[in-house]
């Protein structure tokens, strides 16, 4: 089956504009979570959806927000780029059970943002 | 709070020698662990997950509740191996990672 898509792949904006990224889940699969990866902190969580309802929220800002469609698909926005928004942004898609059992994340191949 | 270390940044062993890469976790529910493998212009994938017990292209790992570790071993490096790897905890619908040590298998 086909695997988990983000795009665009690669964009460049300025500081103070704003994005907006997408990713496309497995078929079946119901959650969508957001990371960053940057070289100084890692893989960091954003946010998870389950649903079209955010489930969790990582710490990060006010400006970086996200919504789920009914059809699962899901986009993160960032208001007000920072130089420190520069990351590759990863989505993973999973079934999203509930009850503490261990699902599966697959992750897409992401989209790398810079902001100049 | 769920929180992962990887006390190696970089690691570098001679095909054929044995590999562990380290990982102690911070975590006061039942945790669920992972090994993610990032292999060059790859995606990140699963390499491992502690409740499957399996082994994967000769990698295995055992959670060790009372040391809080869960360190991924393989007795025979191969230089297809060469590859970031991360550690992962799974708690309230989200994954932490740890900060990754990249593996490098010299010939």
């Known amino acids: 089956k086909a695997g988990v898509t983000q795009t665009p792949r690669y964009l460049i904006k300025t500081r103070g504009q704003q994005v907006t990224l997408s990713c496309s889940p497995i078929s079946g699969h119901r959650s969508v979570s957001w990371y960053q990866q940057t070289p100084g902190q890692g893989l960091q969580f954003l946010f998870e959806y389950f649903s079209e309802t955010q489930r969790n929220k990582g710490n990060f800002p006010g400006r970086f927000s996200g919504r789920q469609f009914s059809n699962s698909r899901s986009e993160m926005n960032v208001s007000t780029l920072e130089l420190g928004d520069s990351a590759l942004y990863l989505c993973?898609?999973?079934?999203?059970?509930?009850?503490?059992?261990?699902?599966?994340?697959?992750f897409g191949p992401g989209t790398r943002l810079t902001v100049l | 709070a769920q929180r992962v270390t990887q006390p190696e940044k970089l690691l570098s062993v001679f095909k054929g020698a044995p590999v562990e890469l380290k990982c102690n976790y911070s975590?006061?529910?039942?945790?669920?662990l992972f090994w993610y493998v990032q292999y060059s212009r790859q995606r990140l994938q699963l390499l491992l997950r502690h409740i499957s017990r399996e082994s994967i292209k000769g990698f295995t790992a055992d959670l060790n509740k009372g040391e809080t570790s869960f360190h991924l071993k393989k007795p025979f490096a191969q230089e297809e191996d060469s590859a970031m790897y991360y550690c992962a905890l799974e708690g309230a619908q989200k994954l932490v990672f740890g900060q990754g040590t990249r593996l490098t298998i010299n010939p």
């Open positions: 993973a898609s999973s079934f999203g059970l509930a009850g503490g059992i261990a699902d599966t994340q697959y």
């Open positions: 975590y006061s529910g039942s945790p669920e």
